[in-house]
């Protein structure tokens, strides 16, 4: 099925140092997106990268994207204390659903 | 703007009893999903509702789940007879139609449901 597979599954950070997600995938993609969630909480979306797109910025957020690979990438700059939640890639399958991995979970410690 | 609201956020019914859970979208969107994670396992597709139609229940695990939408507003989702392994958090999630383009989904804070 299309669905993207997170690594790391945990991730435990300081705060300020920078945290690098990645996400892999099977078949091709029109795009990819990261959710956030913290817990307790909803997904929330974070970023869309189009699958003709390399590269997007966000805030703090950096997402790569390398279809010759099939594989993105989430980097979290400057980490902070609020930043602690499970990160998803989805992609969107043949159907037009939208379909989640299992998470990296990222702790990051004052 | 409201958020997608569910209800209730926690559920916890012995094996064989029934639970219905229910998501409030966000007013205008047409676009309905549930989705349901079990025991930190990847997040997975339920099903898609259209307005009140459904457009794909694929990921519908068995007979025992039934989704409906009424008027193409809020959706209630019922689980009966509940067996163990429904255990899990329930994920609504809408989105307006947009045409070719996309729109992220908002999600709910989901239901917690514990059978046992």
């Known amino acids: 099925s299309q669905q993207g597979e997170e690594d790391p599954q945990a991730l435990s950070i300081q705060e300020g140092e920078n945290a690098t997600m990645n996400c892999s995938y099977k078949?091709?993609?029109?795009?990819l997106q990261w959710y956030r969630q913290n817990s307790g909480r909803g997904l929330v979306h974070l970023i869309l990268?189009?699958?003709?797109?390399r590269e997007k910025h966000s805030g703090r957020l950096r997402v790569t994207l390398d279809t010759s690979k099939k594989s993105s990438s989430l980097l979290i700059t400057a980490s902070r204390a609020a930043d602690t939640a499970s990160y998803f890639c989805a992609l969107t399958d043949s159907w037009g659903k939208l379909q989640f991995g299992a998470g990296t979970q990222v702790v990051v410690t004052p | 703007e409201a958020g997608v609201t569910q209800f209730p956020s926690h559920s916890v019914i012995e094996k064989g009893q029934t639970v219905t859970l229910r998501c409030d979208p966000i007013?205008?969107?047409?676009?309905l999903y549930w989705y349901r994670r079990v025991m930190g396992k990847e997040i997975k597709f339920l099903l898609h509702?259209?307005?009140?139609?459904?457009?794909?229940e694929s990921g519908m695990p068995n007979n025992r789940f039934l989704a409906e939408r009424t008027g193409g507003t809020y959706s209630t989702l019922k689980v009966q007879p509940a067996e163990l392994e429904d255990s899990g958090v329930y994920f609504c999630a809408s989105s307006p139609s947009v045409g070719d383009d996309y729109s992220p989904l908002h999600f709910g804070n989901g239901t917690r449901l514990t059978v046992t």
């Open positions: 990268i189009r699958s003709n797109e």
């Open positions: 078949t091709s993609i029109n795009n």
């Open positions: 509702f259209v307005k009140e139609s459904k457009q794909d």
């Open positions: 007013s205008g969107h047409d676009n």
